[in-house]
């Protein structure tokens, strides 16, 4: 169900990174539906086009510019947004949706590890939404969601890595929702909990192999666990930053908004 008017986002140009599955890719969907142009990235390219076929189908007349790259280089970082200029003018909405996920204790875990999901998850995401921000405040407007996860608010085992990165963009939002908001910037983020969505399949999966039990098994067991009975749907994700990203939520700054199903209430 599309809960927004279809153009609640017009004359906006959304760049929404990790485009090429889950809640990034239902995110841009979601965004080009509210009349939002949308710049689309990730590193497949092939799956890209994918998430731009979703697109056209959900909305004929969008316009929908694919751009792939790596967001941890900073060439590539830089001419994605040049180039995302260059198709549908400054970049006005940010939603880093990008991220890596492994589950491993901490006897387990390797420097290359750490590495990966402090540049996919942490670094690589500030330095983007510095380069889209200054020219924001040229603007003196915009709005960026950060995806961060239930695990930017609390830890948990086998999570040590991951949580870290995601407590860190957390922290990011918080202290840029500061800043960004004299320039007429809004920040938030999105905090998720279990999705249905490929990362968190493979998660499962680990998890799975970890008791002996089967996918369907452990996804059912980790359902149940939660208040709703059911895990959220990347729809309901995108469903959010969009809310959060329209001038609905005007005077929502620096939050991170949980998507729990019940899980984590305080």
Do not use: W
């Not at 799956?47 to 694919?66: C, G, H, Y």
């Not at 200054?134 to 709005?143: I, N, T």
């Not at 957390?170 to 500061?178: D, E, I, N, R």
């Not at 490929?198 to 359902?223: C, D, F, H, N, P």
């Amino acid at each position: 169900m599309m809960p927004f008017a279809e153009n609640a986002l017009q004359n906006e140009h959304a760049l929404v990174t990790g485009s090429t599955r889950g809640i990034g890719r239902q995110t841009a969907v979601t965004l080009s539906c509210m009349g939002a142009d949308v710049t689309v990235t990730g590193r497949n390219k092939d799956k890209l086009e994918e998430t731009k076929q979703l697109i056209l189908e959900a909305r004929p007349q969008a316009r929908v510019f694919v751009y792939p790259a790596d967001i941890k280089d900073a060439s590539a970082r830089s001419e994605l947004v040049t180039a995302a200029e260059g198709a549908h003018g400054p970049v006005t909405l940010l939603v880093n949706s990008a991220g890596v996920l492994k589950r491993k204790f901490v006897e387990e875990l390797e420097e290359a590890d750490l590495q990966e999901m402090m540049d996919v998850n942490y670094t690589s995401t500030v330095l983007l939404t510095q380069l889209v921000y200054k020219r924001m405040q040229e603007q003196q407007k915009g709005a960026i969601v950060n995806v961060s996860s239930l695990s930017g608010l609390r830890g948990t085992p086998g999570n040590s890595a991951y949580a870290a990165s995601k407590f860190a963009i957390t922290g990011f939002t918080q202290s840029l929702a500061l800043e960004a908001i004299e320039h007429g910037i809004r920040v938030n983020a999105v905090c998720p909990g279990y999705v249905q969505t490929e990362m968190v399949e493979q998660l499962m999966q680990t998890k799975a192999e970890e008791t002996g039990r089967t996918l369907e098994e452990q996804m059912q067991i980790s359902a149940d666990s939660l208040p709703s009975r059911r895990m959220t749907q990347p729809g309901e994700v995108a469903n959010t930053i969009a809310y959060l990203l329209t001038d609905a939520a005007s005077n929502i700054i620096g939050e991170a908004v949980k998507i729990s199903g019940g899980s984590v209430v305080h």
